[in-house]
């Protein structure tokens, strides 16, 4: 009997087990999860509109697309976070991440700077609960760039001494004076929302533009449309909260300057209300402190200070009802999310049944 060794014995594969229904779904919503978390994170994420300080521009129940790409996107400084959650897991007040571990956040390539008059998400700086990219999410008008010197005088913006070209839809408060009682016809004819109407004195407090402002005016039973200012007199909660020294109003307010990465401001009595919050809390300085009017850092008294990032200056649309950076000062550029590009949906939450959704406003690109 010959008997051959070095002839290989046939292999039988045994037939590949199919996955189990679970299993397979299980993988499916895994894919889908990391998939929308990518894209949420690198390229565009859906927000919505929930107040009135961007109107008319932007309106409340306004749908949004944030375009990550313009700007670059933010790596994670929170990364133990339940996927596609912001502060709390959907539904509750269940806290939706883990701050044990904080990361320093570092932004990719975008294809555009920050420019004048981008309508700009951004986290609210001034929020202490959460970690600074889990922040609440505000949207506002970059007004004011880095090393820009912005004032407001008698309304109007001015940027490094020059007026700026205010936004198309901007508003402001005005005081309507009737001959009789309006009814709610009369400002949902004119898209004036109803909770938005406070009676003041003889007439009506409203948010409108200074067109439509116009239009009223010329109406027989309208005897005079006021534009509300505020008194020539310091306002509570003006930035830089100084009022002896700043006695500044959101009408008149500044000059300012916005602090730029790599530039060197003087610190003086007069300038650290100014730039106190930056270096505390936006820079990361280990050891900064303020004592008695005066900056340390590592323990040692500065004189002056370099910035290590940019800062933008932030105002709403609504000038009047708008809580921006005249009263909480600075975004910094690691808190800017994204731009602001597209309304992908618009529905009026005070709307009827069939005008619930402003059909017009859908896929409306954002200027």
Known sequence: MKVKFWEKKPVTKEP???????????????????????IRWATFEAYTIPTPSMEKSLLV???????????????????LQVPLTHQTIWGTNIPSYSDAIQLKSYRLPGFSEVKRNDV??????PEDQHPADLRTNYIKRAIGLP????????LQVYINGEAIKNPEQMQFKYILVPTMQLSNKFFEDRDIR?????????????????????????????????????????????????????????????????????????????????????ILEYEHNENAEVRDGKLYLDGKEVKEYTFKQNYYFMMGDNRHNSADSRYWGY????????????????TNPEGKMF????????????H
């Open 120 to 125: 700009v998400v951004f986290n609210y700086p």
């Open 16 to 38: 590949k087990k199919k996955k189990g229904f679970f299993r397979e779904w299980g993988d499916a919503i895994l894919f889908a999860v990391i998939a929308a978390s990518l």
């Open 61 to 79: 129940g306004d749908f949004l697309f944030v375009s990550k790409l313009h700007y670059g996107p933010r790596t994670p400084m929170t990364p």
């Open 355 to 366: 005008d619930k959704i402003r059909w017009s406003r859908i896929f409306n690109i954002i």
């Open 331 to 346: 975004v910094p550029e690691d808190h800017v999310v994204g731009k602001a590009v597209m309304i992908w949906m618009s």
């Open 194 to 278: 109803m909770s938005e109407v406070q009676m003041f004195d003889n007439g009506y407090l409203v948010d409108i533009t200074p067109e439509m402002a116009e239009e009223i005016k010329k109406l027989d039973f309208i005897k005079d449309v006021i534009l509300y200012k505020h008194p020539d007199e310091a306002e509570a909660g003006i930035f830089p909260n100084v009022p002896s020294k700043y006695p500044w109003n959101r009408d008149n307010f500044g000059p300012i300057y916005i602090p730029e990465k790599g530039a060197t401001v003087a610190i003086t009595p007069e300038s650290l209300p100014f730039y106190e919050r930056v």
């Open 147 to 154: 090393g820009d010197s912005l004032q407001i005088k008698d």
